[in-house]
Protein backbone atom coordinates (compact mmCIF):
# COMPACT_ATOMS: atom_id res chain seq x y z
CA UNK A 1 0.00 0.00 0.00
CA UNK A 2 1.34 3.36 -0.56
CA UNK A 3 0.97 5.79 1.99
CA UNK A 4 1.64 9.55 1.61
CA UNK A 5 3.13 11.08 4.35
CA UNK A 6 3.37 14.79 4.37
CA UNK A 7 4.92 17.74 6.38
CA UNK A 8 3.46 21.34 7.09
CA UNK A 9 5.03 24.30 9.16
CA UNK A 10 2.64 25.93 11.86
CA UNK A 11 1.81 29.64 11.02
CA UNK A 12 1.28 32.65 13.24
CA UNK A 13 -1.23 34.96 12.85
CA UNK A 14 -3.00 35.50 15.82
CA UNK A 15 -2.99 38.65 17.88
CA UNK A 16 -2.26 37.49 21.99
CA UNK A 17 -5.42 38.41 23.52
CA UNK A 18 -8.04 38.30 20.56
CA UNK A 19 -11.40 36.36 21.59
CA UNK A 20 -12.11 33.09 20.04
CA UNK A 21 -14.82 32.98 17.73
CA UNK A 22 -17.73 31.68 19.12
CA UNK A 23 -18.82 27.77 18.07
CA UNK A 24 -20.74 27.20 15.01
CA UNK A 25 -23.12 24.45 15.15
CA UNK A 26 -25.59 22.79 17.81
CA UNK A 27 -24.95 22.00 21.09
CA UNK A 28 -27.49 19.58 22.42
CA UNK A 29 -28.65 19.22 25.80
CA UNK A 30 -30.71 16.19 25.34
CA UNK A 31 -33.49 15.24 27.34
CA UNK A 32 -33.44 18.63 28.61
CA UNK A 33 -36.22 21.32 29.16
CA UNK A 34 -34.35 23.76 29.31
CA UNK A 35 -31.22 25.62 27.67
CA UNK A 36 -28.26 25.79 29.91
CA UNK A 37 -25.01 27.47 29.65
CA UNK A 38 -21.43 25.37 30.95
CA UNK A 39 -18.23 26.11 30.80
CA UNK A 40 -19.07 29.47 28.88
CA UNK A 41 -20.70 27.21 25.77
CA UNK A 42 -24.75 27.30 25.50
CA UNK A 43 -26.37 23.86 24.89
CA UNK A 44 -30.18 24.41 24.27
CA UNK A 45 -32.70 21.60 24.57
CA UNK A 46 -33.30 19.00 22.42
CA UNK A 47 -37.00 18.82 21.56
CA UNK A 48 -36.38 20.75 18.10
CA UNK A 49 -34.39 17.81 16.28
CA UNK A 50 -36.14 14.61 17.60
CA UNK A 51 -39.70 13.62 17.63
CA UNK A 52 -39.26 10.36 19.58
CA UNK A 53 -37.67 8.58 23.52
CA UNK A 54 -38.34 9.86 27.12
CA UNK A 55 -37.24 12.55 28.95
CA UNK A 56 -35.42 11.70 32.02
CA UNK A 57 -33.43 13.85 35.03
CA UNK A 58 -31.13 12.49 37.83
CA UNK A 59 -31.10 13.29 41.10
CA UNK A 60 -27.64 14.00 41.39
CA UNK A 61 -25.19 16.87 41.75
CA UNK A 62 -21.62 15.20 41.37
CA UNK A 63 -21.54 15.18 37.86
CA UNK A 64 -21.48 18.20 35.33
CA UNK A 65 -25.21 19.93 34.67
CA UNK A 66 -25.25 18.35 31.04
CA UNK A 67 -25.23 15.17 31.98
CA UNK A 68 -28.09 15.44 34.34
CA UNK A 69 -30.25 15.21 31.97
CA UNK A 70 -31.01 12.48 28.93
CA UNK A 71 -33.09 11.33 26.41
CA UNK A 72 -33.53 7.38 26.09
CA UNK A 73 -35.40 5.23 23.31
CA UNK A 74 -37.70 2.47 23.76
CA UNK A 75 -35.92 -1.01 23.03
CA UNK A 76 -36.78 -2.82 19.44
CA UNK A 77 -34.79 -4.52 17.63
CA UNK A 78 -35.20 -2.87 14.00
CA UNK A 79 -36.30 0.75 14.89
CA UNK A 80 -33.77 3.86 14.96
CA UNK A 81 -34.22 6.84 16.39
CA UNK A 82 -32.95 9.89 15.16
CA UNK A 83 -31.62 13.65 15.62
CA UNK A 84 -31.86 15.54 12.43
CA UNK A 85 -29.92 18.36 11.94
CA UNK A 86 -30.47 21.08 8.91
CA UNK A 87 -27.03 21.81 7.31
CA UNK A 88 -25.03 23.18 4.24
CA UNK A 89 -24.62 20.22 1.80
CA UNK A 90 -21.01 19.63 1.61
CA UNK A 91 -19.98 21.35 5.02
CA UNK A 92 -17.45 19.68 7.50
CA UNK A 93 -18.50 18.70 10.89
CA UNK A 94 -17.39 17.14 14.28
CA UNK A 95 -19.76 14.99 16.12
CA UNK A 96 -19.63 13.98 19.57
CA UNK A 97 -22.20 12.44 21.47
CA UNK A 98 -21.55 12.02 25.19
CA UNK A 99 -23.19 9.04 27.77
CA UNK A 100 -23.28 9.02 31.54
CA UNK A 101 -25.82 6.08 32.20
CA UNK A 102 -26.83 6.62 36.37
CA UNK A 103 -28.95 3.88 36.42
CA UNK A 104 -31.60 5.74 35.10
CA UNK A 105 -33.64 3.04 33.88
CA UNK A 106 -33.31 1.29 37.84
CA UNK A 107 -30.41 -0.77 36.61
CA UNK A 108 -26.75 -1.18 37.31
CA UNK A 109 -25.35 -1.24 34.11
CA UNK A 110 -25.57 0.80 30.93
CA UNK A 111 -27.36 -0.40 27.83
CA UNK A 112 -25.05 -1.38 24.93
CA UNK A 113 -26.64 -0.23 21.66
CA UNK A 114 -25.31 1.26 18.01
CA UNK A 115 -24.92 4.97 16.29
CA UNK A 116 -25.24 5.81 13.30
CA UNK A 117 -24.43 8.71 11.07
CA UNK A 118 -26.99 8.80 8.01
CA UNK A 119 -26.88 5.69 6.96
CA UNK A 120 -23.57 4.26 8.55
CA UNK A 121 -23.08 2.20 11.75
CA UNK A 122 -20.71 4.49 13.10
CA UNK A 123 -19.70 2.20 16.00
CA UNK A 124 -21.04 0.53 19.50
CA UNK A 125 -22.07 2.37 22.35
CA UNK A 126 -20.45 0.27 25.64
CA UNK A 127 -20.14 2.84 28.36
CA UNK A 128 -19.77 -0.10 31.22
CA UNK A 129 -16.26 0.53 32.36
CA UNK A 130 -16.59 4.22 32.14
CA UNK A 131 -19.34 3.98 34.60
CA UNK A 132 -18.17 1.34 37.04
CA UNK A 133 -15.19 3.96 37.33
CA UNK A 134 -17.48 7.06 37.52
CA UNK A 135 -16.89 8.48 34.09
CA UNK A 136 -18.57 9.54 31.62
CA UNK A 137 -18.04 8.72 27.76
CA UNK A 138 -17.69 10.50 24.51
CA UNK A 139 -17.48 9.27 20.88
CA UNK A 140 -16.45 11.15 17.81
CA UNK A 141 -16.02 11.21 13.81
CA UNK A 142 -15.38 13.80 11.28
CA UNK A 143 -17.84 13.38 8.18
CA UNK A 144 -19.03 15.79 5.91
CA UNK A 145 -23.07 16.50 5.08
CA UNK A 146 -23.85 14.63 1.54
CA UNK A 147 -27.12 16.43 1.74
CA UNK A 148 -29.00 19.05 3.42
CA UNK A 149 -29.34 17.28 7.15
CA UNK A 150 -27.30 14.87 9.29
CA UNK A 151 -28.85 13.02 11.40
CA UNK A 152 -27.53 10.92 14.49
CA UNK A 153 -29.15 8.04 14.99
CA UNK A 154 -29.67 5.21 17.99
CA UNK A 155 -30.57 1.44 17.38
CA UNK A 156 -30.66 -2.00 19.52
CA UNK A 157 -28.12 -4.35 17.98
CA UNK A 158 -27.49 -7.56 19.64
CA UNK A 159 -25.50 -7.27 22.78
CA UNK A 160 -28.33 -4.90 23.80
CA UNK A 161 -30.51 -6.57 26.37
CA UNK A 162 -34.09 -6.96 26.19
CA UNK A 163 -35.68 -4.21 27.70
CA UNK A 164 -33.04 -2.17 28.30
CA UNK A 165 -33.08 1.28 25.81
CA UNK A 166 -30.05 3.14 24.36
CA UNK A 167 -30.13 6.83 25.72
CA UNK A 168 -28.25 10.02 25.06
CA UNK A 169 -26.86 12.75 27.33
CA UNK A 170 -25.11 15.59 25.01
CA UNK A 171 -24.85 15.55 21.17
CA UNK A 172 -22.73 18.24 19.32
CA UNK A 173 -22.48 18.56 15.73
CA UNK A 174 -19.74 21.28 15.43
CA UNK A 175 -18.63 23.09 11.91
CA UNK A 176 -15.17 22.76 11.52
CA UNK A 177 -13.19 24.48 8.33
CA UNK A 178 -13.35 22.86 5.18
CA UNK A 179 -9.15 22.45 5.33
CA UNK A 180 -9.27 20.54 8.41
CA UNK A 181 -8.09 16.66 7.49
CA UNK A 182 -8.73 18.09 3.56
CA UNK A 183 -6.32 14.79 2.88
CA UNK A 184 -9.63 12.63 3.61
CA UNK A 185 -11.92 11.95 1.09
CA UNK A 186 -14.77 12.23 2.96
CA UNK A 187 -17.35 11.90 0.34
CA UNK A 188 -16.31 7.50 1.03
CA UNK A 189 -15.00 7.86 4.13
CA UNK A 190 -15.48 9.03 7.58
CA UNK A 191 -12.72 9.65 10.84
CA UNK A 192 -13.63 8.48 13.64
CA UNK A 193 -11.56 9.30 17.01
CA UNK A 194 -9.15 7.02 18.76
CA UNK A 195 -7.11 9.66 20.31
CA UNK A 196 -6.37 13.37 20.39
CA UNK A 197 -3.10 13.77 23.16
CA UNK A 198 -0.90 16.48 24.53
CA UNK A 199 1.98 14.66 25.48
CA UNK A 200 3.80 15.44 28.70
CA UNK A 201 1.72 17.23 30.09
CA UNK A 202 -0.91 16.58 33.75
CA UNK A 203 -3.41 19.49 33.28
CA UNK A 204 -6.28 19.86 32.68
CA UNK A 205 -8.21 18.70 29.40
CA UNK A 206 -7.99 21.36 26.28
CA UNK A 207 -10.76 22.70 24.29
CA UNK A 208 -12.74 25.79 23.69
CA UNK A 209 -11.72 28.13 24.14
CA UNK A 210 -8.01 27.35 22.92
CA UNK A 211 -9.20 24.99 20.13
CA UNK A 212 -11.48 27.39 18.55
CA UNK A 213 -13.55 24.17 17.60
CA UNK A 214 -13.97 22.34 20.87
CA UNK A 215 -12.13 19.09 20.20
CA UNK A 216 -11.00 17.46 23.27
CA UNK A 217 -6.58 17.48 23.84
CA UNK A 218 -6.55 14.92 26.64
CA UNK A 219 -3.15 14.97 28.97
CA UNK A 220 -0.77 11.88 28.12
CA UNK A 221 2.22 11.16 30.98
CA UNK A 222 4.42 8.56 30.68
CA UNK A 223 7.86 7.87 31.91
CA UNK A 224 9.69 10.49 29.45
CA UNK A 225 11.31 13.81 30.76
CA UNK A 226 9.12 16.64 29.84
CA UNK A 227 10.28 19.95 28.64
CA UNK A 228 8.33 23.37 28.28
CA UNK A 229 8.26 25.63 25.28
CA UNK A 230 10.32 28.90 24.91
CA UNK A 231 8.63 30.26 21.73
CA UNK A 232 5.43 30.91 21.36
CA UNK A 233 3.79 29.05 18.59
CA UNK A 234 -0.23 30.21 17.38
CA UNK A 235 -1.98 28.25 14.07
CA UNK A 236 -5.03 29.90 13.07
CA UNK A 237 -3.97 29.12 9.43
CA UNK A 238 -2.26 25.91 9.76
CA UNK A 239 -4.06 22.84 8.11
CA UNK A 240 -5.27 21.04 11.21
CA UNK A 241 -5.17 24.09 13.66
CA UNK A 242 -4.03 22.04 16.42
CA UNK A 243 -4.46 25.16 19.65
CA UNK A 244 -1.36 26.43 20.40
CA UNK A 245 -1.53 25.31 24.14
CA UNK A 246 -0.40 22.01 22.87
CA UNK A 247 2.81 23.23 21.92
CA UNK A 248 3.78 24.56 25.59
CA UNK A 249 4.56 21.09 27.27
CA UNK A 250 6.70 18.10 25.27
CA UNK A 251 8.38 14.59 25.63
CA UNK A 252 11.52 14.53 25.19
CA UNK A 253 14.85 12.98 25.91
CA UNK A 254 18.38 13.43 26.40
CA UNK A 255 21.63 13.96 23.89
CA UNK A 256 22.13 11.06 22.02
CA UNK A 257 19.15 9.03 23.19
CA UNK A 258 16.02 7.39 20.99
CA UNK A 259 12.41 9.20 22.44
CA UNK A 260 9.82 6.05 22.56
CA UNK A 261 6.16 6.38 23.62
CA UNK A 262 3.41 4.05 23.81
CA UNK A 263 1.00 5.77 22.49
CA UNK A 264 -2.41 5.23 21.95
CA UNK A 265 -1.84 3.51 25.43
CA UNK A 266 -4.43 0.85 24.54
CA UNK A 267 -4.45 -1.80 21.31
CA UNK A 268 -6.09 -1.01 18.32
CA UNK A 269 -7.91 -3.22 16.24
CA UNK A 270 -6.14 -4.16 12.48
CA UNK A 271 -7.65 -1.17 10.13
CA UNK A 272 -5.91 1.94 8.19
CA UNK A 273 -5.67 5.27 10.39
CA UNK A 274 -5.25 8.94 9.80
CA UNK A 275 -2.29 9.86 12.17
CA UNK A 276 -1.23 12.79 12.81
CA UNK A 277 2.24 14.37 14.93
CA UNK A 278 3.10 17.72 16.23
CA UNK A 279 6.56 19.00 17.38
CA UNK A 280 8.07 22.30 18.44
CA UNK A 281 12.03 22.85 19.47
CA UNK A 282 11.20 23.99 22.84
CA UNK A 283 14.14 26.40 23.43
CA UNK A 284 14.56 29.78 22.76
CA UNK A 285 14.33 31.16 19.52
CA UNK A 286 17.68 31.50 17.85
CA UNK A 287 19.68 30.84 14.63
CA UNK A 288 20.62 27.77 16.44
CA UNK A 289 16.85 26.44 17.51
CA UNK A 290 16.39 22.82 15.58
CA UNK A 291 16.69 19.38 15.89
CA UNK A 292 16.29 16.93 13.32
CA UNK A 293 15.51 13.41 14.30
CA UNK A 294 13.77 10.40 12.04
CA UNK A 295 9.97 9.43 13.31
CA UNK A 296 9.18 5.69 13.18
CA UNK A 297 5.83 3.99 13.90
CA UNK A 298 6.07 0.60 14.67
CA UNK A 299 9.72 0.18 13.42
CA UNK A 300 8.34 1.83 10.29
CA UNK A 301 10.02 5.04 8.89
CA UNK A 302 6.80 7.64 9.32
CA UNK A 303 9.06 10.42 8.25
CA UNK A 304 13.26 11.00 7.60
CA UNK A 305 15.27 13.62 9.09
CA UNK A 306 12.48 15.49 10.37
CA UNK A 307 13.72 19.10 10.99
CA UNK A 308 11.94 20.55 14.27
CA UNK A 309 12.15 24.43 14.61
CA UNK A 310 10.48 26.94 16.75
CA UNK A 311 7.93 27.55 14.01
CA UNK A 312 6.39 24.24 14.47
CA UNK A 313 5.86 20.96 11.97
CA UNK A 314 3.66 18.41 11.66
CA UNK A 315 4.26 14.84 9.61
CA UNK A 316 0.56 12.76 9.02
CA UNK A 317 0.41 9.99 7.34
CA UNK A 318 -3.53 9.25 5.88
CA UNK A 319 -4.02 5.47 5.39
CA UNK A 320 -1.14 4.17 8.46
CA UNK A 321 -2.03 0.50 8.73
CA UNK A 322 -1.58 -0.16 13.03
CA UNK A 323 -2.60 -3.33 14.83
CA UNK A 324 -2.57 -3.67 18.07
CA UNK A 325 -0.20 -1.72 20.73
CA UNK A 326 1.59 1.22 18.99
CA UNK A 327 5.09 2.47 18.97
CA UNK A 328 6.54 5.83 18.28
CA UNK A 329 10.23 5.96 18.31
CA UNK A 330 12.20 9.27 17.50
CA UNK A 331 15.70 8.61 16.52
CA UNK A 332 17.74 11.76 16.57
CA UNK A 333 20.23 12.23 13.45
CA UNK A 334 24.41 11.57 14.98
CA UNK A 335 24.97 15.43 15.27
CA UNK A 336 22.64 16.72 16.96
CA UNK A 337 23.19 18.59 20.31
CA UNK A 338 20.00 17.92 21.84
CA UNK A 339 17.62 14.83 21.82
CA UNK A 340 14.13 15.03 19.75
CA UNK A 341 11.24 16.15 21.21
CA UNK A 342 7.14 15.18 20.43
CA UNK A 343 4.17 17.81 21.68
CA UNK A 344 1.09 16.17 20.78
CA UNK A 345 -0.72 13.61 18.31
CA UNK A 346 -4.08 12.64 16.41
CA UNK A 347 -5.24 9.40 15.41
CA UNK A 348 -8.64 8.69 13.77
CA UNK A 349 -9.92 5.38 12.35
CA UNK A 350 -10.73 5.55 8.54
CA UNK A 351 -14.20 4.36 8.26
CA UNK A 352 -16.00 3.40 4.88
CA UNK A 353 -19.06 4.86 4.55
CA UNK A 354 -22.47 2.65 3.42
CA UNK A 355 -23.92 5.47 1.18
CA UNK A 356 -27.29 6.84 1.17
CA UNK A 357 -30.98 6.22 -0.85
CA UNK A 358 -31.37 7.62 -3.95
CA UNK A 359 -32.36 10.97 -3.31
CA UNK A 360 -35.99 10.69 -5.13
CA UNK A 361 -36.83 7.95 -3.11
CA UNK A 362 -36.20 9.31 0.02
CA UNK A 363 -38.11 12.69 -0.72
CA UNK A 364 -40.91 10.45 -1.45
CA UNK A 365 -41.34 8.89 1.99
CA UNK A 366 -40.34 12.25 3.51
CA UNK A 367 -43.56 13.45 1.40
CA UNK A 368 -45.21 10.71 2.88
CA UNK A 369 -44.59 10.97 6.46
CA UNK A 370 -45.20 14.16 6.47
CA UNK A 371 -48.48 13.61 5.24
CA UNK A 372 -49.30 10.72 7.71
CA UNK A 373 -51.21 11.71 11.26
CA UNK A 374 -48.79 9.66 13.28
CA UNK A 375 -46.27 7.95 11.18
CA UNK A 376 -43.95 5.56 12.74
CA UNK A 377 -41.37 6.69 15.54
CA UNK A 378 -38.45 5.11 13.99
CA UNK A 379 -38.89 6.74 10.54
CA UNK A 380 -36.27 9.07 10.72
CA UNK A 381 -32.94 9.17 9.27
CA UNK A 382 -31.90 7.05 6.19
CA UNK A 383 -34.96 5.25 5.33
CA UNK A 384 -33.15 2.05 3.87
CA UNK A 385 -29.51 2.48 5.49
CA UNK A 386 -27.91 0.62 7.54
CA UNK A 387 -29.49 -2.12 6.25
CA UNK A 388 -29.99 -3.48 9.45
CA UNK A 389 -32.09 -0.73 10.09
CA UNK A 390 -34.53 0.33 7.73
CA UNK A 391 -37.81 2.31 7.96
CA UNK A 392 -40.44 -0.12 9.42
CA UNK A 393 -42.08 -1.86 6.35
CA UNK A 394 -39.56 -0.52 3.83
CA UNK A 395 -38.05 -2.66 1.37
CA UNK A 396 -35.02 -1.84 -0.21
CA UNK A 397 -32.95 -3.27 -2.58
CA UNK A 398 -29.19 -3.94 -2.38
CA UNK A 399 -25.81 -3.17 -4.43
CA UNK A 400 -24.47 0.50 -5.56
CA UNK A 401 -27.73 2.19 -5.82
CA UNK A 402 -30.02 1.96 -2.95
CA UNK A 403 -33.81 2.27 -3.80
CA UNK A 404 -36.89 1.52 -2.07
CA UNK A 405 -38.69 -1.78 -3.05
CA UNK A 406 -41.95 -1.79 -1.67
CA UNK A 407 -43.86 -0.13 0.99
Known sequence: MFIPIFLLSLLSTLT??????????????????????????????????????????????????????????????????????????????LIRTTYFYGGFDGGTEPPIFDQIIDGTTWSTVNTTEDYRNGLSSYYEIIVTANDKTVSVCFACNEHTKSGSNPFINSLEVLDLDSSLYNSTDFGKYGLVTVSRSIFAFDGDIVRFPDDPFNRYWQPFVDGNPAVEAHANVTSSEFWNRPPAKVFLSGATTSRGKNLTLQWPPFSLPTNRYYVALYFQDSRSTSPYSWRVFTVLINSETFYQDLNVTTKG????GTEWPLSGDTQITLTPRSDMPVGPTINAGEIYQILPLAGTTLGRDVMALQMLRQSIRNPPDDWNGDPCLPKEHPWLGVGCSEGKEIRVTSL
Open 16 to 93: AGQPPPPLRGYLINCGSKNDIVQDGIKYTKDDSYTVTGTLKTLNRTDILPVLTTLRYFPYGKNGKHCYTFPVTNGAKF
Open 313 to 316: VTVY
